[in-house]
Structure formats: structure tokens, C-alpha cells
């Protein structure tokens, strides 16, 4: 009982550290940390959240959560809404966009979490491969395009995300692979 | 583990889910044989319009080649699919939604192709290759460029989901891959199993190549339609040719490998004798799983960016290709046959065939390998000469041999009537004849590609299209049996 009520302040903690101006503007600073850090960590937030939810809470969502179907499409719509370059920016530029990420980010999370497991297994097989292909797209496409994508941010730090994009990407591929032909695993999931 | 697979046992069905899934096989094989009569009569009018028979304009050539093209690798796909899942379900658990499913997004992703050609007009060929589709020059729109690259993308997601069932079901009952693969029995890991089924090897190798094949088509494809509305985006297009040629050659070579489970399975159905797997068996499937994914360079050896060792590995590879399990596969089927009292049948005969025309059809593709030889014959109608060779004579065969076994001779020992006969040797004669011709035009360095031919070449092409009738008569003959018999046909036990 005492351990379960830390996790949740630990979870609450971080959260607030990130949304604090310190931590917030440093990782904003560079579209590398503010992509590939503050992002993902309000994300994965929002997936403990999602697992410390208590169990009549999760069961009144299940009723509207067939097979994680409706999770999902939430969680995929907050996602790809969060690639776009546009709102990324604005995101820097005005609080209330701000807000907005703080807020959806780590419900996409909880819905990954309250979702993922439910899905079907070959659905959630097309989603990673998905996932992993956009990765890789979005990596060539910071790596090629002549502009810069982000009004705030240089086209360098869109090169370096870039390359650390194909460089997830591949690490990914790889431990896949290892996985799925011989059994390996790297990290356990 | 699932509970009904014991060590080298069959999987149970329900008999309602047997039936189900013979309907969906023969629902796979019906619809690829239609589609492979379509564009062979595509192909027979290409060859009379580049013989002067008839006249076409030239973007309805392009619009024919490129709907061949398209046609022919999507219906060797389906077909080749239905050939495996048929046998590979006997030794894992697969399920019909799921084959089913990826049917039904396959038909619509030929909906959408074959609208983006004939509404639209597209005529960039089925190799999409970049920046071709952005730059038609007023012959199709961005639009129906964009149309072909979501049909293809879609029918990829359908055959990802088809193999992660596949790969689901595998696991489940071997554990990883490797092991499915035979790895462990060729490390000396494990005793070797004779009785490990050949359908779960080659189903392996295909899941492995196809599953990378499909990952980079998603890849490419979304570049490529990124370009056709932001054409400030330039992506590498050294990058592009070599992804899509990686996906478009693992796709259609690996219809091959998936194909011929139907001689593993079926030969020692007809012959009486067991085909024992071995390490040499085993050892030639492992290496294929590389061959076929690193020879695809062949196609780009007049690209002088590319770098030399990608170059030097797919000749080497190339040369390579195709004979480790060409070799177990030919030797372990003639040993089979030799002295075993078989009877010949249209199945044994075309399967039989298929090992001849897949054996001879490597040769060609060896030689248009070699840098040397390639510098000459590059983009010369040699290139559809060693393709049609094996896929007329390698994998056809092996597709309607295994629409025949179905039809009823699997089960009732039909035997041939005269008008398989006759379908049959039409067939051998055209399919060989249309190769042949193909072959000795692009020694003449007559170009592919040409949608009029010059003077000198008229007769090639001329020759070239009574050989296409031939084909289109064999074909016709036995896909009217499959329409007309398959259907009410029972499981052959
Ligand atoms: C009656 C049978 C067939 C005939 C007469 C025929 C004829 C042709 C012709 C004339 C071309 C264009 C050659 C050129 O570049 O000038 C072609 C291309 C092609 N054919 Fe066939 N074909 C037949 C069957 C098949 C089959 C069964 C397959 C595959 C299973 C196939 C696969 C292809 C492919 C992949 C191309 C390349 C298209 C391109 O260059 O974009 N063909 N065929
Ligand atoms: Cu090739």
C-alpha cells in the first residue's frame, strides 16, 4: 500500500518537473531532447498512470474500450496530431498549446496503456510496423528536406533528430530481428 | 505450445473451418489464374503492337505494360499464397479471417490499380521507380500516381497481416524462427527430424524475406508519395532504386520458394515415397534466405554511384542464387520419381516441368548477372526473357499442377482428357517459344521497354506473338477447368 502510494507521487513529481520552466525550457531548447525526450517521458507518465489506475475505473473504460479499439484510434490521433511540425512549433510560441501537449501527451499514454494489451496480437504486429516505419520515414525526411521544418528550431538540430530517428530505428530493427529468429531478448516487454 | 500440435503431428480443424478453408484456397487460385489469362492477353497485344499486327497508341502500351507488370506479380502473389497456406496449415494453426482478410484487401488494392491506370491514366510502370510518377509530362496526373503507390501500400498491409499470422503461428509451435528454419538441426543443436515439414521451412525463408521486403515497399512507397505533392522534397533516388528493387525482387522471387511446397508435399503423394529433410536441405534454405535478399543489386549494375562491393556481392550472390535449392529440390524430386511406378498426370507432369523451367530459367539470369555480360545486355528484352523462362515454366507450373491435384486428381486418380493434353502442350510450346524469342532479341540488343519497335525487329516480335497465343490457349484450357470443375471439387485427403 505504502510503496503503491510513492509511485504515484514519483509519477506526479516527474510530471511537474518537466512542466516546471526550468526542465520544460531546456528540454525545448533542442528539437532533439523535445522530441525524443519530453515527449516520449510524458508518455511513458501517462502509461504508469494508466497501470495504477484502480480496477473499477479500468473496468468502467473497458465497456467502452472493445478490444483497445477506441483507445487506440485516440492514442494514434494525439500522436500523429504531435508529429506535426506546425503545432510542435506552436507549442513553444503559445502557452495554451503548451497546455494542450501537457494534457494530451500523457493521455495518450494512459490510452496506450489501457489499450495495448487488449488489441489483438496481429493488429498491434501492423501497428509497431508502422510505428517503425515511421520512424524511419521521418528520419530520411529531416535528413533530406532543403527547409527547415520548425520555425524555432535550426536545420541542423532537424539533421542531428534526423539521423538519431534512423538510428532508433535501426537499434529497433535489430533487436527485433534477434528476438523474433532466435529467441533473444534484449529488453523485456 | 498450443495444445493440438504434438512434436511432428497435424493440427485438428473443425470440419466447418476444413471447409471454409478450401474455399478460400480455391478462391486464391481462381482469382490468380484469371488475372494471369488477363494480362497474358495483355502481354499477346503488346507483342502484336510491337510487331506491327496491330495498333495501339503508345500510352495504352504503357498502360498495358505497366497493368501487366502489376497484374502478374499480384496474381503470382495470391496464387503462390494459396498454395503455401493450404499446406502450411496442416502443421500450424492458421486462421481463415485472417487469410481471408488479406483476399479482400488484396481485390481492393487491384480496384484502386487498375483505376489509377485506365481512369488515370498512369503508365510508369509497376516499378514506381522515383522521380518517374512525378514527371509524367501531362500522361497522368499526380493524382493517379498517388492512386497506384496506395493500391500497392495497401496490398502490402494485407500480406503483413497474413505473415504476422503466419509468423504468430509459427512461433507459437517452434518457438523462433531459427528453430522453425531447421537451425538448430543444421548446428547439430538438435537431432535432425526427417519428418520436419518442408512446408514450415519454406514458409519460414518466405515470411523472413517478404516481412524486410514489405518493411522497406512501406517505407518507399511513403517517400514516394511525400515527393508527388511536396516536390521540394528530393529524396536520394540512388536510395529509392535500390529500396524498391529490393522490394519489388524479394516479392515476386520469393512467389517461388512459396510455390514449391506443392512439389515437396505432392511429389511423395504421387510417388508413394517419403522425402526425408536432412542437413542439406536445411542448409539450402538457410542460405537462400540471404541469396534472395542481397542479389537484388543486379538490377542496378550500370549505376555507377552505387558502391563496388554492394556491385561484387550480388554477382557473387547471383551466381549463386537459386542453385542451392534448386539442387536439393531437382535431385530430391528425380530420386523420388526414378523407378517409382509413378503415373503422369497433368500435375506430376506440370510440377515435374516447373523443375526443368525454373532449373534452365536460372541460366539466362546468371549470365545477364555478370557485369560483363550486363554491360551489353542491360535493359535489352534479354531481362523479360530469363523472367518469363522461369515464371512460365518455373512457377506457373507449380501453381496449376497444384490447381489440377485440387480439381481431382489428387483424390479420384483422374486421368488427363485430351483437352489437357492439348492445354498442356500448347502451354510447354508457347511458354517456351516466348521465352526463347524474348531471349534472342535482347541478343540482337533489342531494347524492353519500346512501345514501337524498329524495322529489324518486327519479325522477333511477330514470332514472339504467335508463341503469346499459344500460352494464352494453354492457359485459357486450364483456367476454364479450374473455373468450371474446382469449385464443387472435395479435399483430397
Ligand atoms: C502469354 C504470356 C506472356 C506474354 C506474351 C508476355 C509479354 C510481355 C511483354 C511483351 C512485356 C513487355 C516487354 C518489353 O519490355 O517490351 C512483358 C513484360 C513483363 N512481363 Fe510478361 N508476358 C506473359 C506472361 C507473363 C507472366 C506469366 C509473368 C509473371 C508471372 C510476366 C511478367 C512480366 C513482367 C514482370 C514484365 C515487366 C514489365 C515492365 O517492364 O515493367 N509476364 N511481358
Ligand atoms: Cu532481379
Known amino acids: ?189 | 505450445m498450443s495444445g493440438t500440435a504434438v512434436a511432428s503431428g497435424k493440427v485438428e480443424y473443425t470440419d466447418s473451418e476444413n471447409r471454409n478453408a478450401l474455399i478460400a484456397v480455391k478462391a486464391h487460385l481462381i482469382a490468380g489464374l484469371s488475372v494471369f489469362l488477363l494480362m497474358m492477353l495483355g502481354g499477346l497485344t503488346m507483342r502484336a503492337a510491337q510487331g506491327t499486327w496491330i495498333e495501339i497508341g503508345v500510352d495504352l502500351f504503357y498502360q498495358i505494360m505497366t497493368v501487366h507488370g502489376v497484374g502478374v506479380v499480384g496474381a503470382a502473389v495470391i496464387a503462390s499464397t494459396g498454395v503455401q497456406w493450404h499446406f502450411l496449415r496442416k502443421y500450424v494453426r492458421l486462421s481463415n479471417a485472417i487469410f481471408w482478410t488479406n483476399f479482400f484487401i488484396f481485390l481492393t488494392g487491384v480496384v484502386m490499380i487498375l483505376g489509377s491506370i485506365f481512369l488515370g491514366g498512369y503508365g510508369g510502370a509497376w516499378t514506381f521507380l522515383y522521380p518517374l510518377p512525378a514527371i509524367s509530362m501531362g500522361a497522368w496526373s499526380t493524382g493517379a500516381a498517388a492512386v497506384f503507390q496506395l493500391g500497392v501500400l495497401i496490398i502490402g498491409v494485407g500480406l503483413l497481416i497474413l505473415y504476422l499470422d503466419f509468423g504468430r503461428a509459427i512461433l507459437a509451435r517452434y518457438g523462433s524462427l531459427a528453430r522453425a528454419l531447421g537451425l538448430t538441426m543444421l548446428f547439430g543443436k538438435e537431432p535432425v527430424d526427417p519428418a520436419h515439414p518442408k512446408a514450415v521451412v519454406a514458409s519460414t525463408m518466405v515470411l523472413i524475406v517478404n516481412f524486410l521486403g514489405i518493411a522497406a515497399g512501406a517505407v518507399v512507397l511513403v517517400m514516394g508519395l511525400i515527393n508527388l505533392y511536396n516536390p521540394e522534397f528530393q529524396p536520394d533516388a540512388m536510395l529509392m532504386k535500390n529500396l524498391i528493387y529490393f522490394f519489388g525482387h524479394v516479392i515476386i522471387n520469393a512467389t517461388i520458394y512459396a510455390s514449391v511446397i506443392a512439389v515437396y508435399e505432392l511429389l511423395p503423394r504421387y510417388t508413394g515415397r517419403p522425402w526425408k529433410t536432412n542437413k542439406v536441405f536445411l542448409a539450402a534454405w538457410f542460405a537462400i534466405v540471404f541469396m534472395v535478399m542481397g542479389v537484388y543489386p543486379h538490377h542496378l549494375l550500370m549505376d555507377f554511384p552505387m558502391p563496388a562491393w554492394a556491385m561484387i556481392a550480388a554477382q557473387v550472390l547471383s551466381f549463386g542464387s537459386g542453385i542451392p535449392v534448386l539442387v536439393v529440390t531437382g535431385y530430391g524430386a528425380l530420386m523420388l520419381v526414378y523407378r517409382s511406378g509413378i503415373k503422369w498426370s497433368t500435375t506430376t507432369k506440370l510440377l515435374f516441368l516447373s523443375m526443368f523451367g525454373w532449373a534452365a530459367g536460372v541460366i539466362p539470369a546468371i549470365l545477364d548477372a555478370m557485369v560483363t555480360i550486363n554491360r551489353v545486355f542491360h535493359n535489352t528484352l534479354w531481362v523479360p526473357g530469363h523472367f518469363h523462362f522461369y515464371l512460365l515454366l518455373g512457377l506457373l507450373p507449380m501453381i496449376i499442377g497444384f490447381t489440377y491435384y485440387l480439381a481431382g486428381e489428387g483424390d479420384r486418380n483422374e486421368q488427363p482428357k485430351a483437352t489437357d493434353s492439348l492445354g498442356f502442350y500448347a502451354y510447354l510450346i508457347g511458354a517456351f517459344m516466348t521465352s526463347m524469342v524474348f531471349l534472342a532479341s535482347g541478343a540482337n540488343s533489342i531494347p524492353r521497354r519500346w512501345a514501337v519497335h524498329m524495322e529489324e525487329w518486327v519479325t522477333f516480335a511477330q514470332v514472339g506473338t504467335i508463341a503469346a497465343a499459344l500460352v494464352v490457349l494453354g492457359t485459357l484450357l486450364f483456367t476454364l477447368r479450374a473455373i468450371f470443375i474446382l469449385p464443387g471439387a472435395a479435399n483430397p485427403r
Open chain 1, 1 to 189: 500500500m505504502i510503496i503503491k502510494i510513492k509511485q504515484e507521487w514519483l509519477l506526479l513529481t516527474a510530471f511537474v518537473v518537466l512542466a516546471l520552466p526550468p526542465m520544460q525550457q531546456f528540454l525545448e531548447q533542442s528539437m532533439v531532447t523535445h522530441m525524443l525526450v519530453q515527449i516520449p517521458v510524458l508518455a511513458i507518465i501517462g502509461w504508469m498512470l494508466g497501470k495504477k489506475l484502480p480496477e473499477n475505473w479500468k473496468s468502467k473504460i473497458t465497456l467502452w474500450n472493445r478490444w483497445g479499439i477506441t483507445g487506440m484510434v485516440l492514442a494514434v490521433i494525439i500522436m500523429t496530431y504531435w508529429m506535426l511540425p506546425r503545432v510542435l512549433d506552436a507549442a513553444i510560441s503559445e502557452w495554451h498549446f503548451e497546455l494542450v501537449k501537457f494534457v494530451t501527451v500523457p493521455i495518450m499514454g494512459i490510452a496506450l496503456s489501457l489499450s495495448w494489451p487488449l488489441l489483438n496480437p496481429i493488429a498491434q504486429g501492423v501497428l509497431k510496423l508502422e510505428f517503425w516505419a515511421t520512424f524511419m520515414r521521418l528520419g530520411w525526411l529531416y535528413l533530406d528536406l532543403p527547409d527547415r521544418l520548425c520555425a524555432n528550431y535550426l536545420l541542423s538540430d532537424q539533421r542531428i533528430l534526423g539521423q538519431l530517428l534512423l538510428l532508433s530505428g535501426s537499434a529497433w530493427a535489430i533487436t527485433w530481428t534477434l528476438r523474433i529468429m532466435f529467441g533473444i531478448r534484449i529488453i523485456k516487454t
